[in-house]
């Protein structure tokens, strides 16, 4: 938050902030809601929430069906999403055109964690949550997690907790508020509002329902190394967090952490200049080009329908598939939509070395048909190893062959982690953060370039600089120690 000057006109940022924050990522043991809490309140949870996923033929959808003209398979209101074809011409990789289904969701939803200081210490009011796409029950997710289909209750359902606090709130409760991108290889443009609003607890109260508790920052980041449990969507919110989380060198508990509060400190210095880093960026925007074009989907290339089933003709990539939901923990009981099913285990890596004791991250400037813009700064590493096994070695994607040899003692980080499960179905990666020697040979790659916490950290304070799964790796590599 801000306080105001003396005049009562100008605005002065809270000072406190970054010390609040830091406060709050060092209480590991738990605060208002005790560790050993949490882990019966998930099971709890997961036995409170029927949640029954069956895969049905697309001719059992209720209110969804493929355009008489197009194919494109939509819902009837003309709300939720649709699932289309996207014609791709790119330079960027081996393949310089194709085309492929794609969801298409115009809709901006609303990602968004409250905060609250409770007994001096900040507090983020986090929601168990069941998502059809699961691959096991309730995951941690934000307070809100919404399209805006569901908040304007399109569904005929209930509302949506604490939604009141996201749609109009005071710009001086505000901590974060920035658009943000999802998968650009399986969304066409889609956005949604990261939002982190901070509230008293005399104006909301600390008695909440019993699907959410209060857990600091400090929990939170234990909980990312836990598998399939702190969901995307409350990633990609953590990621966009003011700086602040990381601490100082001097409250650092082991020389790692100290190696990644010196990251997040602008005083540390970098490898590049942020106007360097900024001109990197522009530079691949300019030099890389793709062009998109939506198309039907019946007339995509490569891909075979089914009844059950959208699939490529290799089998690789992905497959659209419809569901029949029932559950007693949404909005609505039952309803029925199609996923999107990946094939095989995702691997995503961010590389770091440490330069005069300050981490650097390793991120590629990374062209996907979806986004917005050209390119969003992406891990390392981000690929499906099964989908290169017809591919030949030199169009494999640069360092997926050193993440394979990589030694235990060089991952700092690994979980597997779930996408988002209300658009895919069992849709799991495997993400590390590997720590390689100072001198690791990578300066002759023009996508690629080393930079600190601090500076992306300022590039996550605006929009379609970064990719979702880059900002769960950041939101694991500030949780280091």
Known sequence: MERQSGTGLLRIPDGTLPRRLARSAAAVEGGATPNAVVESWITERNLAHRHEVRRIEFGDLRQWGFDDVTGDLRHRSGRFFGVEGLEVHSDYGPVPHWSQPIINQPEIGILGILVCEIDGVLHCLMQAKSEPGNVNGVQISPTVQATKSNYTRVHGGRSVPYLDHFVDPAPERVLADVLQSEQGSWFYRKRNRNMIVEVDARDIGLEVPEDFRWLTLGQLHELLGKDD????????????????????????????????????????????????????????????????????????????????????????????????????????????????????????????????????????????????????????????????????????????????????????FEARLSEEGGRFHHASSRYQIIEVPSGFPDTELEDYQWLTLNQLNELLRHSHYVNVQARSLIACLRGLR
């Open 229 to 412: 449990l702190i969901n995307m969507d409350a990633r990609t919110v953590l990621s966009c967090m003011p700086a602040g989380i990381e601490g100082t060198e001097a409250d650092a508990v082991s020389d790692l952490a100290a190696a990644v509060a010196r990251s997040s400190e602008q005083a540390a210095g970098s490898l590049h200049t942020t106007t360097e880093a900024l001109s990197w960026i522009t530079s691949r925007q300019t030099q890389h080009q793709v062009r998109t074009k939506p198309m039907p989907l019946n007339a995509v290339r490569g891909w075979v329908q089914s009844p059950t089933e959208i699939a490529h003709e290799l089998g690789l990539f992905f497959t659209v598939i419809a569901v029949d939901i029932t559950t007693n923990g949404r909005e609505v009981s039952q309803w029925t939509q199609p996923l999107v099913r990946p094939h095989g285990m995702g691997r995503l890596a961010l590389f770091v070395k440490r330069v005069d004791g300050v981490l650097h991250a390793l991120l590629n400037a990374r062209v996907e048909p979806g986004y917005l813009d050209v390119v969003e700064l992406a891990p390392t590493v981000q690929c499906t190893p099964e989908n290169y096994v017809l591919t030949p070695e030199a169009d494999r994607p640069p360092f997926l062959d050193v993440v394979l040899r990589t030694r235990p003692e060089q991952v700092l």
